[in-house]
């Protein structure tokens, strides 16, 4: 597609329960970002894939958090026995090369996790 | 610790003036500053960026000013227009970073016709 999509676009789930969130990059971006907003904060990074190269896992908050990357485009972000403070806007965002710095990433329109 | 400050959480202006979004950082070590505009339900969208070498970058309506001995910079809206009303969220990053970004928390830009 033309830009980068996230699915879902909502979801609300239970406490200690498992969640999966989907982000598929625009096509040729080496380059992907997990972001997460709380409620009245700003952005806060998570974690970075560029290409074959070992993610920047420097911004999990906690074990229970990993992400994957397959075959350099799809990722999917996971969140294992969530809990309230998990609950935030979590968005996907690539770019060519690395390159975000120079050129800004491409968002997706995020993906709304509340954790009940 | 916030490395990027935005002291303002919101700013109201009339249509057809100037809006004036400000950005404060600590790390000495930043070396491109961007903006990006954010409208409720979307993500947040690329508007204009800055290197450290310069002082000053313009694009249309819009026009990054960076005072590194301050560590301040600022964003410049001329005219602004109801269209411009969203959160306007500072960015900065470093060599080493790889392109992650360090994020302000936002100002929310309200353009009243």
């Known amino acids: 597609g033309a830009g980068v999509s996230q699915s879902p676009s909502n979801k609300v789930t239970e406490k200690g329960k498992d969640v999966e969130l989907r982000c598929d990059p625009i096509?040729?971006?080496?380059?992907l970002y997990w972001y997460r907003q709380s409620l009245g904060q700003g952005l806060e990074f998570l974690i970075y894939f560029q290409g074959n190269s070992a993610p920047d896992k420097s911004g999990l908050p906690s074990d229970r958090f990993s992400a994957e990357r397959t075959g350099g485009s799809v990722s999917t972000l996971t969140i294992q026995r969530t809990q309230q403070e998990d609950s935030a806007v979590y968005l996907c965002a690539s770019s060519p090369r690395g390159l975000g710095h120079l050129y800004g990433y491409t968002f997706g329109s995020g993906t709304r996790l509340t954790v009940v | 610790d916030q490395q990027v400050k935005q002291n303002s959480p919101s700013l109201s202006v009339q249509e057809g003036r100037i809006s004036i979004l400000n950005c404060d950082y600590t790390?000495?070590?930043?070396?491109?500053f961007l903006w990006y505009k954010k409208y409720p339900a979307e993500g947040p969208t690329f508007l204009i960026s800055i290197s450290s070498i310069k002082d000053k970058n313009e694009d249309g309506r819009f026009t990054v000013f960076l005072n590194k001995s301050a560590k301040h910079l600022s964003l410049h809206i001329v005219p602004s227009q109801p269209g411009d009303s969203a959160v306007y969220f500072c960015?900065?990053?470093?060599?080493?970073?790889?392109?992650?970004?360090?994020f302000g928390k936002g100002t929310k830009l309200s353009v009243k016709p």
């Open positions: 096509s040729g971006h080496t380059a």
């Open positions: 960015a900065a990053s470093y060599g080493g970073s790889q392109g992650n970004l360090i």
């Open positions: 790390n000495s070590m930043f070396d491109y």
